[in-house]
Nanobody, 116 residues
Framework: QVQLVESGGGLVQPGGSLRLSCVASGITFNHYVWNWYRQAPGKERELVAGAGRGDNSDYASSVKDRFTMSTDIAKNTVYLQMNNLKPEDTAVYYC??????????WGQGTQVTVSS
């Protein structure tokens, strides 16, 4: 069964840190492009880290120098380390594995709330 399961979200104060994890099962991990997206209330889903549907991995300008995406192939896991969090980072964060339009896999999302 193909599945992505995110964890690590929660409530954090401004300036704090969180690390999101996404564990993949049922797919060949290193065949896919890995991405993190987020969607805030009333806003469209946006690419936070990764190559999206392209070739070059990058970060959204709003998170550059604060967020870091990494992978552990042995654990079939993708991470998103988020430092110096701001209230505007509040959103549901989604892990995505992309190979083709027919092989575009999403996790269930994990809520991140940045508030004092």
């Amino acid at each position: 069964q193909v599945q992505l399961v995110e964890s690590g979200g929660g409530l954090v104060q401004p300036g704090g840190s969180l690390r999101l994890s996404c564990v993949a099962s049922g797919i060949t991990f290193n065949h896919y492009v890995w991405n993190w997206y987020r969607q805030a209330p009333g806003k469209e889903r946006e690419l936070v880290a990764g190559a999206g549907r392209g070739d070059n991995s990058d970060y959204a300008s709003s998170v550059k120098d604060r967020f870091t995406m990494s992978t552990d192939i042995a654990k079939n896991t993708v991470y998103l380390q988020m430092n110096n969090l701001k209230p505007e980072d509040t959103a549901v964060y989604y892990c995505n594995a992309y190979l083709s339009p027919a092989q575009d896999i999403w996790g269930q999302g994990t809520q991140v709330t940045v508030s004092s």
